[in-house]
């Protein structure tokens, strides 16, 4: 194993709870006529049916043209995700092809274990061309080391309940996060809330906090040091708490939540707003009892407490959010993933994939289809104005810092409050875990 990725492992191994084994192994065995390919990818929770419709699909089509197998094995977490490659990273096995979540991609990168694609490898899935150009913005640290084809992309907003908001004299969705909670404050009543909010997603909560905090100015990664403990993030964490404790326009049963649960009670029609969606919300809505009174719109853009962005601050709309697919440098069978990877960015694949799972292509003839549909306008806008995470192999452990945050407060939030030097104590944690991170990261 060379220097560089020897390093890589060791810096891996410090990310928190990378304990679980990796069941899957080398795509080298017979598979029918052909071989097998393993494939890990997300699973998805929220529409598991077509889920699985989709990978049957992918299957078969593959099958068909190549003679082997598709194999999928699933995470359902960031720390899943990156325990699954810093195994196979130590043991040299494991997938042929990863599907994993932008923001993990340039700890991906540090190991050293992924193909990078040179022109050799673009032409084989059809051309840089082929793709949105901002959906490579995070496929390497620079356009000649890349190593993340894109697959689909998701842009964050929020969804609010037209009728709700028509109903409490509201004229259109909020613009900064303080006026999203006086909005909510005046949809919330009875048994109605102003605000969806997934507590305990795997995924979600952090996204907050780096919004909040890159809007105020201060961003979490500032060279080789972290921010953790900047005010700019404590009123963060302050305001995404707040929500629930202090403002109650929160249903308190959301501090165990995923997202597709949040979704699932904005979707029957009680509450103002979903606070973090995309895309692929849209399926969920049009089939609950908001169809036809709901819309997207824009995160806030202004950071709590002000009513202007301040001059240093970012007009971070979302995160840069997606999936990109890599290959293992250890696969025996490179030449077959990239043929996989071809396929599934393609543009039926990747409109078939949209009209089941709602991710929006990253395949840039395929999105080219869909502008014509109106809601989707407030997605494309907040995909203009994505910000890329910090290119960094430390991002993935200063992402599971921040949300362990969230973590260690859910008991303090089931009882309703939390203190300020509970907060301290746990951002003091995250700041160091973070530091420690960006100290090992080449």
Same mark, same amino acid.
């Given at each position: ?84 490659? !810093?195994?196979? /990273?130590?043991?040299?096995?494991? *997938?042929? =092809?990863? %599907?994993?979540? @932008?923001? &993990?991609?340039?700890? +991906? ?36 080391? !890349?190593?993340? /084809?894109?697959?689909?992309?998701? *842009?964050? =907003?929020? %969804?609010?309940? @037209?009728? &709700?908001?028509?109903? +409490? ?39 907050? /906090? ?233």
């Amino acid at each position: 194993m060379g220097l560089r990725r020897t390093r890589a492992v060791v810096a891996l191994a410090g990310a928190a709870a990378l304990t679980a084994a990796l069941a899957a192994c080398g795509g080298d065995e017979a598979g029918g006529d052909g071989k097998t390919l393993n494939v890990l990818i997300g699973a998805n929770t929220q529409y598991p049916q077509d889920f699985q419709a989709w990978k049957k699909s992918i299957s078969d089509r593959f099958k068909a043209q190549t003679g082997s197998t598709v194999r999928f094995e699933t995470f359902a977490s960031a720390n899943e995700e990156l325990t699954k490659i !810093q195994t196979s /990273v130590v043991s040299g096995t494991g *997938p042929d =092809v990863y %599907a994993v979540g @932008t923001t &993990l991609t340039p700890t +991906a990168y540090s190991t050293g274990a992924f193909v990078k694609l040179g022109d050799e490898e673009w032409a084989k899935i059809g051309g840089k061309d082929k793709f949105v150009p901002a959906t490579l913005g995070i496929s390497g640290p620079d356009d000649r080391n !890349q190593i993340g /084809v894109p697959w689909v992309s998701r *842009p964050f =907003v929020m %969804a609010y309940n @037209t009728e &709700l908001l028509k109903a +409490a004299g509201i004229a259109a969705p909020a613009t900064t996060w303080d006026e999203l909670a006086r909005q909510a404050k005046r949809l919330t009543k009875g048994d109605q809330y102003g605000l969806a909010v997934a507590y305990k997603d795997n995924f979600d909560p952090w996204k907050f /906090v780096w919004g909040m905090s890159m809007q105020a100015g201060n961003p979490l990664v500032d060279g080789k040091t972290a921010r953790l403990q900047d005010p700019a993030v404590k009123k963060a964490y302050q305001t995404y708490f707040g929500w629930l404790t202090t403002d109650k326009v929160v249903d308190p049963a959301a501090v165990g939540w995923s997202n597709s649960q949040a979704i699932a009670a904005f979707a029957k029609g009680r509450t103002g707003y979903v606070a973090l969606t995309s895309a692929t919300g849209a399926k969920a809505l049009d089939e609950g009892a908001v169809q036809g009174k709901w819309s997207f719109a824009l995160l806030p853009t202004v950071p709590p407490g002000a009513t202007a962005r301040p001059a240093n601050g970012v007009e971070a709309a979302s995160i840069l959010s997606g999936d990109n697919l890599l290959v293992a440098d250890y696969s025996k069978n490179k030449d077959l993933a990239f043929q996989l990877v071809k396929l599934i960015t393609d543009q039926d694949a990747q409109l078939d994939y949209y009209r089941k799972l709602g991710n929006l292509p990253a395949n840039a003839a395929a999105l080219r289809t869909l502008g014509s549909q109106e809601k989707l306008g407030p997605v494309a806008e907040a995909a203009q104005k994505s910000v890329a995470t910090p290119f960094t192999g430390a991002w993935a452990d200063i992402q599971l810092a921040l949300t362990n945050v969230v973590v260690q407060s859910i008991p303090d939030l089931s009882g309703g409050s939390l203190s300020d030097a509970q907060l301290d104590s746990r951002l003091a944690a995250a700041q160091k875990a973070a530091q420690s991170a960006l100290d090992r990261a080449k």
